[in-house]
């Protein structure tokens, strides 16, 4: 018995190297994302590089704190972690929302995954929620049946405009003042969106939906930021709101340079939408969301009042509401 503990010891001290020696190397190399778009891809699984250095701590931990090889490894990872997450998180705990008494504005921002695999129960929650304006991702397939049971109460849509499948478009239940496309071709840099213009008793505001593609290969994403910066500059960003699926992290590099350069407050803090239940035709399945990357932008025109996330529905995102108010 002594010597099956013995073995299995050395095999959680080997784990625990080399998982240590992987991850913080993974870690680590993703603070090269501040000069190259390929090494900015790992910064998106920095949580995951973070728990695995964890693990390997507590691997060392157990097994009698043999050497100092492990250690050192695990910290240097951690430290590079903790760089690029605590912004992000420390900003998130400092913004607080708060009740308002006069008029709000609801937003739904939802990827609906063409795979959902409960429509139905998707269409009756949205419904129940009843939010203003909703901002919808990969409407269709299986999913193209939410929208079309929506339409009583939500009549006005706007579309992007590259070929169909569609994958986002703005529903309201008010009828947009001006509204358009964003979209132009089909090639992997394309900026899948779509803009409308809405009024209310402080005058005009315009919300923009958009849908990236992911973030690797690298080029094709901060292709589309580069064409979103753009398309803003052409709105007033006071009472500017954008919302969309980005597929980007609020730790990579990517992201940091895009709230810049957008000139815009980024409403969503360290808020994982990412994934909810099986998200791949393989059945694979996280119990809680990992990475977070469905973000809402609004302008200094707006104020926080509640931002959260909603319930695991039958797409493989997390819905996020927020609420915002006219600042005073």
Not at 89 to 107: C, F, H, Q, Y
Request: hydrophobic share 45%; aromatic share 10%; glycine share 10%.
């Amino acid at each position: 018995m002594k010597t099956i503990l013995r073995a299995l010891a050395e095999l959680l001290r080997a784990a625990a190297l080399l998982m240590a020696a992987g991850c913080s190397a993974l870690a680590l190399a993703a603070q090269g994302g501040r000069f190259s778009d390929r090494l900015d891809v790992l910064t998106h699984f920095t949580p995951i590089w973070f728990t695995g250095l964890i693990v390997a701590t507590l691997f060392w931990v157990v097994t009698g704190r043999n050497g100092r090889t492990t250690p050192l490894l695990a910290l240097a990872g951690i430290l590079s972690a903790l760089t690029l997450m605590i912004p992000e998180i420390s900003t998130g705990a400092r913004m607080k929302g708060g009740k308002v008494d006069g008029e709000t504005l609801t937003i739904l921002q939802f990827n609906l995954w063409g795979l959902n695999r409960d429509p139905g129960a998707t269409a009756r929650w949205i419904l129940n929620t009843d939010p203003d304006i909703i901002v919808f991702e990969e409407g269709f397939d299986r999913a193209g049946i939410i929208p079309k049971r929506l339409a009583k109460r939500y009549p006005h849509r706007t579309t992007c405009s590259e070929p169909w499948p569609c994958s986002t478009m703005i529903l309201s239940k008010r009828k947009p003042s001006a509204e358009g496309g964003l979209s132009a071709g089909v090639s992997t840099a394309s900026l899948s969106g779509a803009w409308a213009t809405f009024r209310d008793d402080r005058g005009p505001f315009t919300v923009i939906g958009v849908h990236y593609t992911w973030p690797w290969p690298a080029g094709p994403q901060q292709q589309q930021t580069a064409r979103l910066s753009k398309v803003i500059d052409g709105f007033p960003r006071e009472r500017l709101i954008v919302s969309g699926d980005f597929n980007s992290t609020p730790w990579s590099f990517s992201l940091k340079r895009q709230d810049r350069l957008f000139g815009l407050e980024r409403r969503t803090r360290a808020m994982a939408t990412w994934p909810a239940g099986d998200f791949s035709r393989m059945h694979f399945a996280i119990p809680f969301p990992v990475l977070p990357i469905d973000h809402v932008y609004a302008g200094e025109g707006w104020r926080t009042v509640e931002v959260r996330r909603g319930p695991m529905l039958g797409s493989d995102h997390y819905p996020v509401i927020i609420t915002l108010a006219p600042a005073t």
